[in-house]
T-cell receptor
Framework: GAGVSQSPSNKVTEKGKDVELRCDPI?????LYWYRQSLGQGLEFLIY????????KSGLPSDRFSAERTGGSVSTLTIQRTQQEDSAVYLC?????????????FGPGTRLTVT | AQKVTQAQTEISVVEKEDVTLDCVYE???????LFWYKQPPSGELVFLIR??????QNEISGRYSWNFQKSTSSFNFTITASQVVDSAVYFC???????????FGSGTKLNVKP
């Protein structure tokens, strides 16, 4: 079956531009996570969506970062006025979100390069 | 605050050797979950195991085994008779009880040489 997909796979943008990164979770998964992985680093939690509940935005590094999830499915991570330190791989993961089943399925990531 | 430490940045072994990847965590929660993920060179993270804080039983799955010790806040991962295909970056992670946030270690890169 289809896994988590992300687009674009690579994005090069100029400093100061806005970018949108898209995540298509596995159908039926109610939980969705965004992470940032800088070169040689672990994953940094950004935001979590669970069903229709208010998202947990506590990991967003600044107010230039925002995310939404429409219809409980597709999610978009937006970075405004990009900076060079935003360069990283942005990973999305989804999970069934059911009691006892919170295994995360990761997408391939979007590699963002800010020049 | 929650924190996961993987002190080994990179490990190199020769095929068929056993190798243990260390993971130490910090949390004040009494209920939490621990995970291991594998990130092969292709890039996509793959779930390996989940453990809850109330289950300290060690687990074995084929060549993989995990040793969870609450007394030392450790959740170590051992690969027996390593193979070249085991070469990857391995991440240990901790989640809060409601799975709303995950804390990942910085990863250990395992190189298995033929």
């Amino acid at each position: 079956g289809a896994g988590v997909s992300q687009s674009p796979s690579n994005k090069v943008t100029e400093k100061g531009k806005d970018v949108e990164l898209r995540c298509d979770p596995i159908s039926g998964h109610t939980a969705l996570y965004w992470y940032r992985q800088s070169l040689g680093q672990g994953l940094e939690f950004l935001i979590y969506f669970q069903g229709n509940s208010a998202p947990d935005k506590s990991g967003l590094p600044s107010d230039r970062f925002s995310a939404e999830r429409t219809g409980g499915s597709v999610s978009t991570l937006t970075i405004q006025r990009t900076q060079q330190e935003d360069s990283a791989v942005y990973l999305c993961a989804s999970s069934p979100g059911l009691a006892g089943d919170y295994e995360q399925y990761f997408g391939p990531g979007t590699r963002l390069t800010v020049t | 605050a929650q924190k996961v430490t993987q002190a080994q940045t990179e490990i190199s072994v020769v095929e068929k050797e056993d190798v243990t990847l260390d993971c130490v965590y910090e949390t004040r929660d009494t209920t939490y979950y621990l995970f291991w993920y594998k990130q092969p060179p292709s890039g996509e993270l793959v779930f390996l195991i989940r453990r809850n804080s109330f289950d300290e039983q060690n687990e074995i799955s084929g060549r993989y085994s995990w040793n969870f010790q609450k007394s030392t806040s450790s959740f170590n991962f051992t690969i027996t008779a390593s193979q070249v295909v085991d070469s990857a970056v391995y991440f240990c992670a901790l989640s809060e009880a409601n799975f709303n946030k995950f804390y990942f270690g910085s990863g250990t890169k395992l190189n298995v040489k033929p």
